[in-house]
Nanobody
Framework: QVQLVESGGGLVQPGGSLRLSCVAS????????IGWFRQAPGKEREGISC????????HYADPAKGRFTISRDSAKKTVHLQMNSLKPEDTAVYYC???????????????????????WGQGTQVTVSS
């Protein structure tokens, strides 16, 4: 079973924080760039943040800069998205996805070419509301 499973979503007030996690099973994440994407109701899916297979390079979309941080553990088994200073417009279903390092050149490439990604998690709901 080749899977990505997200967790950590929920309901939070504006200005609050959440930490999302993405765990791989059935394959080795060490060979993949990993990205976080989100889709709000009635909107297209967008790339938020991506990290390289070795963890040395990251990319952030403008809405995430200064507020979100992507990271992966030393064993390259789990990827996290720390979200601070959350706003109502951050409300969406958040997905993690993986792209093999030999196909996607860098994290920015992964975040901007999501139509080429085939390995996705099931998504976790994030709701920011008072």
């Amino acid at each position: 079973q080749v899977q990505l499973v997200e967790s950590g979503g929920g309901l939070v007030q504006p200005g609050g924080s959440l930490r999302l996690s993405c765990v791989a099973s059935g394959f080795d994440l060490a060979y993949y760039h990993i990205g976080w994407f989100r889709q709000a109701p009635g909107k297209e899916r967008e790339g938020i943040s991506c990290v390289s297979s070795l963890g040395g390079f990251t990319h952030y979309a403008d809405p995430a800069k200064g507020r979100f941080t992507i990271s992966r553990d030393s064993a390259k088994k789990t990827v996290h998205l720390q979200m601070n200073s959350l706003k109502p417009e951050d409300t969406a279903v958040y997905y993690c996805a993986a792209g093999r390092q030999g196909i996607f050149r860098n994290p920015q490439d992964l975040c901007t070419k999501m139509s080429q990604i085939t390995l996705w998690g099931q998504g976790t709901q994030v709701t920011v509301s008072s």
